[in-house]
C-alpha cells in the first residue's frame, strides 16, 4: 500500500476532485465547534481541528430515516402494504475523521453486521463509505482512546490515514478502498524516508500527550448482578437532567425507535436515533415501565457500554474513548468516573 504526501493545498484541491464519483463529506467550523457536512462549491474545510461536537455516525445511520411508506387509502391497490423508501447508498468519503470515530463504527458494527442480524442501511452505507482517518496531534484532556484499543493514530477501521506534518498531509493507504481513493487525487509524490520518520515522530509524542487514563481490562472479570445492584448508581445518577446528550454526541449509541406518520392518506414509517436516557425509552404498552427511576435509566447505559456490551462479544467495551460526553454533559458526569467505581466494587 502506498504513501503519498500532498500539499496542504493540493489535498484540498484534490478532495474537492472526488465530488465527481464520491459524496464528500469534511469538517466545518460552525460557531464555537466543528460539525461534517457535504462538501460543496462554497464550503471551506477546516482539518486543523479537535474533534467534530457530533460523531460523523449519522453519515452512516442518520438521526431520522424513512424506513417505508405506505397508504392508508382503502381504494389504493396498494393499500397498507409497506414499499421501502427511496435511499441512497452511493459511494461517499468521510475525509478528516479521528481513529475514535472510525473505532466507533466498528464497535457498532459488531452489533448491526453480525451473522445473527444484519441491519440492510447501515450495513450498504458502511460498505459505500471510504474513511479517511486524520491522526491526532493534540489529542484533548478528555480523549481515552488509547484505553479502549485505540490511539491517536490507529489505523483499524480506516481506510486512509493522514498525517498532518505542519505544510504538508503524509497520506498512508490502508486498505483497497483507501488506494482507489488515493489515486484519483492529483499531485502528491511518494513519501520518503525522511517524511516517512517524520510521521513516526509525531504519532508517537501524539500517544504520549495521552494523560487521560482508565483501566477497562477487569470489566469482564466482574459479577453482572454485583454490578446491577452496586450502591453507586443513585448517587451517580443524582444530578442527571436525563438530557440525552451523552446518546447523541455518542458515535456508539445505536439505540433507536420507529414511529409511522400519516399525512392525509400517505403514510411513512421512520425511524428515529432514540436514548436510553429518557422516560419513555422502555415504556412498554401495558404501561409498565421498567425503567421508571432516572437511575435505573443511568445504569442502563454505563451498564450496557461497560458490562453487556463486554460479555456479549467479549471484544472491549462499548466505547471509542472520544470524550465527548465527558465534554458536553451538562452536569459532568464522567465515564472514566463510572470505570473506575465498577472496577473497585
Ligand atoms: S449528558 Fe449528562 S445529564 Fe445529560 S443524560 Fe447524559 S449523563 Fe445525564
Ligand atoms: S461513551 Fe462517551 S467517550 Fe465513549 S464513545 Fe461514547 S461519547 Fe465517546
Not at 391497490?77 to 466507533?104: M, S, V, W
Not at 433507536?256 to 429518557?278: H, L, P, S
Not at 419513555?280 to 443511568?298: A, C, D, I, W, Y
Request: proline letters at 5%; charged letters at 30%; one cysteine or more.
Amino acid at each position: 500500500m502506498e504513501n503519498k504526501v500532498f500539499s496542504k493545498d493540493e489535498w484540498l484541491e484534490g478532495i474537492k476532485a472526488l465530488q465527481s464519483e464520491y459524496k464528500v463529506f469534511v469538517p466545518v467550523k460552525a460557531g464555537d465547534f466543528h460539525k461534517f457536512v457535504r462538501l460543496e462549491e462554497q464550503t471551506i474545510p477546516d482539518l486543523d481541528y479537535q474533534n467534530t461536537r457530533l460523531s460523523p455516525k449519522s453519515l452512516v445511520y442518520p438521526e431520522s430515516e424513512r424506513m417505508f411508506e405506505f397508504s392508508t387509502d382503502e381504494n389504493d391497490p396498494d393499500y397498507n402494504i409497506l414499499k421501502e423508501a427511496q435511499k441512497d447508498f452511493g459511494p461517499q468519503a468521510i475525509i478528516g475523521l479521528r481513529p475514535c470515530d472510525a473505532h466507533g463504527f466498528l464497535i457498532v458494527k459488531r452489533n448491526f453486521d453480525n451473522p445473527e442480524y444484519k441491519d440492510p442501511w447501515w450495513v450498504r452505507r458502511y460498505e459505500a463509505s471510504t474513511l479517511v482517518g486524520l491522526g491526532c496531534n493534540e489529542p484533548c484532556g478528555t480523549c481515552f482512546c488509547s484505553s479502549v484499543g485505540g490511539g491517536p493514530f490507529d489505523e483499524e477501521g480506516l481506510d486512509v490515514l493522514l498525517f498532518d506534518l505542519e505544510d504538508q498531509y503524509l497520506a498512508k493507504a490502508l486498505t483497497e478502498k483507501g488506494s482507489t481513493l488515493l489515486a484519483k487525487l492529483d499531485g502528491g509524490s511518494e513519501a520518503s524516508d525522511k517524511e516517512l520518520s517524520k510521521a513516526e515522530e509525531v504519532k508517537k509524542a501524539a500517544q504520549e500527550k495521552i494523560s487521560s487514563k482508565v483501566d477497562t481490562s477487569k470489566l469482564a472479570d466482574k459479577d453482572v448482578l454485583e454490578l446491577f445492584n452496586a450502591p453507586f448508581w443513585e448517587d451517580l445518577a443524582f444530578a442527571c437532567i436525563n438530557c440525552g446528550t451523552c446518546t447523541f454526541l455518542c458515535p456508539t449509541c445505536w439505540c433507536f425507535d420507529i414511529q409511522d406518520e400519516v399525512y392525509q392518506k400517505i403514510g411513512d414509517r421512520i425511524r428515529n436515533w432514540d436514548a436510553c436516557m429518557f422516560p419513555l425509552f422502555t415504556l412498554h404498552g401495558s404501561g409498565h415501565n421498567p425503567r421508571s427511576e432516572k437511575f435505573q435509566r443511568v445504569r442502563q447505559r454505563f451498564m450496557h457500554k461497560l458490562k453487556y456490551y463486554v460479555d456479549k462479544y467479549g471484544n472491549g467495551v462499548q466505547c471509542s474513548g472520544c470524550g465527548r460526553c465527558v465534554q458536553f454533559c451538562p452536569v459532568n458526569i464522567d465515564i472514566r468516573h463510572v470505570i473506575e467505581l465498577m472496577n473497585s466494587h
